[in-house]
């Protein structure tokens, strides 16, 4: 199983991104996935996750903002973020297999190597 994930890079407040992650040797149809993040001196957290039905949750800090979507076609997962801050700035990865129960997406065994990305003016 691989996870590449792209589209990091540097931003100003208030600008988008979107992240990519492509996935091979693992069917994104019959697989929930997740995007977490850390950011230095921190934990990895979650940030979205969507079911194999469609099902999305996003954290708290990131509702309104960020929207995980998918692409079983291309069997990609996306993170579009918009109107993004200073305390966004993180390395972002993709994770795959995970659990989905009660609405939460629960850590899967498969990660992506991670892309970064800096808010900053």
């Known amino acids: 199983v691989q996870l590449q994930a792209s589209g990091g890079g540097l931003v100003q407040p208030g600008g988008s991104l979107r992240l990519s992650c492509a996935a091979s040797?693992?069917?994104?149809?019959?697989?929930?996935m997740g995007w977490y993040r850390q950011a230095p001196g921190k934990q990895r957290e979650l940030v979205a996750g969507?079911?194999?039905?469609?099902?999305?949750c996003h954290a708290d800090t990131v509702k309104g903002r960020f929207t995980i979507s998918r692409d079983t076609a291309k069997n990609a997962v996306y993170l579009q973020m918009n109107s993004l801050k200073p305390e966004d700035t993180a390395a972002y990865y993709c994770n795959a297999a995970g659990n989905w129960v009660r609405g939460y997406y629960y850590t899967g065994s498969y990660w992506g190597q991670g892309t970064q990305v800096t808010v900053s003016s």
């Open positions: 969507i079911s194999t039905g469609g099902s999305t």
């Open positions: 040797g693992i069917r994104l149809s019959f697989n929930h």
